[in-house]
């Protein structure tokens, strides 16, 4: 008489299983939440350091809970840097950027990927090189360009120079060397012009990308300090990083103030993250396609 051991091993091996996987989602989420932690708990403080004075914030210990300072820190805000309208002057800016800067990404990204020229890959290789040169190199002669142009101390001086960005024009090149070029032919076949092919059959697919472009472009222009720093003169037209620089004193720094500043800054990259988080990460994925 032979004793059928498969079905027991099988049932001992389903029996361990569970554990093992159970273990594994314990450990797991325990790292999530650490990460998360680490995350947020500066965020906190932001948020909870946004509503004291200074001496409250380098008091021992430091505070958790909310204070009472927030409106005396909004009230020295625009005092002193006319936050409100340097608000209006980084949205304004940074809204523009992207707009203008995802069309001029999205455009090259497409001729770079469905249209073949001469000299197109020793170009693409040349823009790429922007990748690797720091950003400070060109700061002089950009802003000897501006000079000569007279647009020191305007918007378009901010947004104008890096319009062509290198690593957005790669995001969309990558991204659109996955379209097949026979739904393009299909559609020329069809009677659609560039402009029309363009518009109705190349973008709709590259809605992931495009939300990754612009979460990417509104990011770094919101951000942007240096440049804006050198070409913006008059305190009316400064953008929120530059206007929160020039409440550091040499004796004396309201860093309530400037914590509310900077609470503030982050609540327009949270909504516009949160707005387009669904396809940033296909997006992005997308433009880690290898031809």
Partial sequence: MTTDTTGAGRATGRGRRPRRSHGSSIMLTSGLAIALA??????????????????????????????????????????????????????????????????????????????????????????????????????????KLMAELEWLNTYQAVIMPNLALPFGIFLMR??????????????????????????????????????????????????????????????ASYTIPVALASLQGVDDTDYGAILTGTAVAAIPMAIVFLALQRHFVSGLLAGAVKE
């Fill in 38 to 143: 680490v995350v947020l708990v500066p965020f906190y403080w932001l948020v909870i350091a946004s509503t004291h004075s200074s001496q409250e914030i380098f008091g021992s210990p430091p505070p958790l809970l909310p204070g009472g300072h927030l409106a005396k820190n909004l009230s020295t805000l625009q005092e002193t840097a006319s936050f409100g309208r340097v608000v209006l002057n980084s949205l304004g800016i940074a809204a523009l950027y992207t707009l203008c800067a995802g069309t001029v990404c999205t455009l090259a990204g497409y001729a770079f990927a469905k249209y073949r020229f001469k000299g197109r890959d020793p170009l693409f290789g040349l823009l790429m090189l922007g990748l690797v040169i720091p950003a400070q190199v060109t700061l002089v002669p950009l802003f």
């Fill in 174 to 235: 990558q991204s659109m060397a996955v379209l097949p070029d026979e739904l393009l032919d299909s559609g020329r076949m069809d009677g659609c012009g560039e402009l029309r092919l363009f518009v109705e059959v190349v973008l709709p697919p590259m809605k992931p990308a495009l939300a990754a472009l612009g979460i990417f472009l509104f990011l770094y222009q919101w951000n942007d300090f240096v440049w804006p720093l050198i070409v913006l003169r008059d305190g």
